[in-house]
Each structure stands twice: as structure tokens, then as C-alpha cells.
């Protein structure tokens, strides 16, 4: 894993925390409305981060397998 895949991770738990902490009424200075749509959007995007930084490294990996297999097809028949 580099650096940006373990940033995107970090950030979309952050995010998602920091969602279910306004969802669940923490700061009291804001009005319960706002805290609760503010609190949603931010569960959603951390959500969305976090499936979204997944599926593009397990596309990555796909790939990285898929050129592996194209460079051991082309060994097999240039020893033929």
C-alpha cells in the first residue's frame, strides 16, 4: 500500500466518525437539523471514500495480476 491509499483510508474513517459524532447530538451548538443532515453527508462521503479507495485497489491489484499473466504468456511462447 503507498502512502495516498493509506491517506484516503485514514480519512474516510475519520470522515465517518466525525458524521456518526454529530449525528449523535455532541456539539450542542449547532441546530439539531443541521447537525443531523451535516452528520448524514459526512457518514455518506466517508462511506463512498472508503468503498471507492477499496475497489480501486483491488482493481489495481487485478491489473498488476493481469500484466503478470500477459508477461509469463509471452515467456511461454517466445521459449516455444
Known amino acids: 500500500m503507498n502512502a495516498a491509499v493509506i491517506i484516503n483510508y485514514v ?13 449523535s447530538g455532541y456539539f450542542s ?4 437539523n443541521t447537525m443531523i443532515v451535516f452528520g448524514i453527508v ?5 462511506l463512498f471514500r472508503f468503498v471507492n479507495t477499496t475497489y480501486k485497489v483491488n482493481q489495481q ?3 498488476d495480476k493481469l ?3 500477459k508477461s509469463e504468456r509471452d515467456k511461454l511462447f517466445k521459449g516455444k
Open 29 to 32: 451548538q449547532l441546530k439539531n
Open 11 to 23: 480519512t474516510s474513517v475519520l470522515t465517518f466518525f466525525i458524521g456518526i459524532i454529530l449525528v
Open 61 to 63: 491489484k487485478m491489473s
Open 42 to 46: 459526512l457518514i455518506i462521503y466517508g
Open 67 to 69: 500484466e503478470a499473466l
